[in-house]
């Protein structure tokens, strides 16, 4: 989700395609930068990018769509919601689809038959809105938002505060092994991790990387136990290890909101990208259709979640 200073005010295979981003000056540590191709054009605002039964879906915020986009650029409304800005989305593990509904402090489920129906009232942790969501292993829901909190959500559907006092909390992750959380602080500047205790309670918190100038949104792991995150601000993608240090990054020419890795053996990067001019003129960017999937080849292949 957006992490502009302006954001406070959300209630606190590939196909042929044109080359469009310039190289940027590397350390000596950072592997090249890939090319970088174009998968879809025309997104009023995508966010929350997902890899399920192989393409990839998002959040069009601006048409207030999920949307899945296969390998060669075909995309498809999956269902066309009534949701404001922010909305973000995730699988439990029997496959059926959660909704962040994030000012109306809700999670909605689709269920099989296609109905959606009410999973958890988050208004009994906060009524100021909520904003990125990741399921484990266990079918519990970790949601973000509010006045920098996150929330669990058990299967049964009630909801508990876990942590707080998150400098705008954006994208999470959890890794392979469903130990740990990883959350962004888009504010903060950093990648806070947990442990996640046996009752899904989040404890140990500890900075995983310090980012510098770096502005977390989105973010995923991948199977070398690096996270991705988007960048709005930068206008970038990043790859970092545990502890801070810059493995790769992608240069776009718009904000990078999320990232994702998928694809055939999981090493597709998928980079969400829309122009940024803060909160005041997000309506009239929607309107342009700024937004984008860009690709690229990733070192190491997807793993934990989402």
């Known amino acids: 989700m957006s992490i502009s200073e302006d954001a406070d005010r959300l209630n606190n295979k590939l196909p042929h395609v044109t080359h469009e981003m310039e190289i940027s000056p590397m350390s000596s540590q950072q592997a090249l930068q890939p090319e970088v191709q174009t998968l879809v054009n025309g997104i009023a605002m995508g966010e929350s990018p997902r890899w399920h039964q192989g393409r990839l879906w998002f959040a069009d915020w601006g048409a207030q769509q999920i949307v899945a986009v296969d390998v060669s650029g075909r995309s498809e409304v999956m269902i066309e919601t009534h949701l404001d800005l922010p909305f973000s989305i995730d699988w439990l593990p029997d496959g059926r689809l959660l909704m962040v509904a994030g000012r109306e402090s809700l999670v909605l489920r689709q269920e099989a038959d296609g109905t959606v129906v009410t999973?958890?009232?988050?208004?009994?942790?906060?009524?100021?809105?909520?904003n990125e969501i990741v399921v484990d292993r266990h079918g519990r829901a970790y949601v973000n938002g509010g006045p920098g909190v996150i929330a669990v959500?058990?299967?049964?559907?009630?909801?508990?505060?876990?942590?707080?006092?998150?400098?705008?909390?954006?994208?999470?992750?959890?890794?392979?092994?469903?130990?740990?959380?990883?959350?962004?602080?888009?504010?903060?500047?950093?990648?806070?991790?947990?442990?996640?205790?046996?009752?899904?309670?989040l404890s140990h918190r500890r900075v995983w990387a310090d980012l510098g100038n770096g502005c977390p949104d989105g973010i995923c792991i991948d199977a070398d136990n690096a996270v991705w995150y988007g960048d709005v601000p930068n206008k970038r993608c990043v790859r970092v290890r545990e502890g801070g240090d810059v493995l790769q990054t992608i240069t776009l020419d718009r904000?990078?909101?999320?990232?994702?890795?998928?694809?055939?053996?999981?090493?597709?990067?998928?980079?969400?990208?829309?122009?940024?001019?803060?909160?005041?003129?997000?309506?009239a960017v929607a309107s342009e259709r700024t937004g984008k999937i860009v690709i690229a080849e990733a070192p190491?292949?997807?793993a934990g979640r989402p």
Not at 119 to 130: P, T
Not at 258 to 283: D, H, I, P, Q
């Open 119 to 130: 999973h958890a009232d988050l208004r009994s942790v906060s009524e100021l809105g909520w």
């Open 153 to 201: 959500v058990t299967p049964d559907g009630s909801a508990r505060q876990v942590a707080d006092n998150i400098a705008f909390p954006n994208g999470m992750a959890i890794t392979q092994d469903g130990r740990t959380l990883i959350i962004a602080e888009s504010h903060g500047r950093r990648l806070t991790a947990f442990d996640i205790d046996a009752d899904g309670s």
């Open 255 to 283: 904000g990078c909101f999320a990232c994702m890795l998928g694809g055939a053996e999981g090493k597709t990067l998928f980079m969400v990208a829309t122009e940024w001019r803060g909160m005041e003129n997000a309506s």
């Open 300 to 302: 190491a292949a997807a």
